[in-house]
């Protein structure tokens, strides 16, 4: 099993430039999550999907983040316009739901985003 | 959501066992205690869960208290590879799927 995929894996790029980062869940898994981590604040839930629906988005910093599950085997959190502030690593993580709370997530090996 | 403390770094030599501590004091009867580690440059990997029996698998076992109030990691060997921030994190029912990670503790071994 190739585990959960992130792409880029570094990305560098300039205030005001749209970010795209992308994500392969393991195949199977149903449940996606994105989180972010930061020095100042730890990590934290971005926002997760069931079934390729958005089920959580309240950890959206605000509208400048927007992110999609097109299919079971794609998920992509994209910036408009990045700012400085968003710099920092990003995780993606699936699981298998199953309807309790002992569901496994797996971490994917995170984008770290630098916003010049 | 129920909150854990844990402190924020432990020492340990290489081939000694650790303990690492986590309150709870909150938790609610329904509160599973998971424990996850992040080791350096990596996403969070899990390592162990439990409900109210104490729990083995390869990674690690955890050890409840009676009154689930607490609860303590153990790596019985440590190893170099063991050097990684470990996190303390209780899921209930209603949040099942979101996993609130606190500052964790964060391990190191030396030789």
């Known amino acids: 099993d190739a585990g959960v995929i992130q792409s880029p894996r570094h990305e560098v790029t300039e205030m005001g430039q749209e970010v795209t980062l992308r994500c392969k869940p393991i195949s199977g898994h149903n449940s996606l999550f994105w989180y972010r981590q930061t020095m100042m604040r730890g990590l934290e839930l971005l926002i997760y999907f069931n079934n390729n629906v958005p089920i959580d988005d309240s950890g959206m910093p605000e509208d400048r983040f927007s992110a999609k599950m097109p299919n079971a085997s794609f998920s992509t959190l994209k910036i408009q316009p990045s700012e400085p502030r968003d710099s920092a690593v990003y995780f993606c993580?699936?699981?298998?739901?199953?309807?309790?709370?002992?569901?496994?997530?797996?971490f994917g090996p995170g984008t770290r985003l630098t916003v010049l | 959501d129920a909150k854990t403390t844990q402190p924020n770094s432990m020492e340990s030599n290489e081939e000694e066992p650790v303990h690492l501590p986590c309150n709870h004091s909150t938790i609610s009867g329904t509160d599973y205690i998971h424990w996850y580690r992040q080791l350096p440059s990596q996403g969070p990997e899990y390592v162990i869960h439990g409900l109210t029996s104490n729990v083995n698998n390869r990674m690690a076992s955890l050890a409840i208290a009676e009154d689930r109030k607490s609860s303590t990691l153990i790596l019985h060997r440590a190893t170099l590879r063991d050097a990684a921030v470990y996190y303390c994190i209780l899921r209930d029912t209603g949040t099942a799927s979101k996993l609130t990670f606190g500052t964790g503790t964060r391990l190191q071994v030396t030789l």
């Open positions: 993580a699936s699981s298998l739901r199953t309807g309790g709370s002992t569901d496994t997530q797996y």
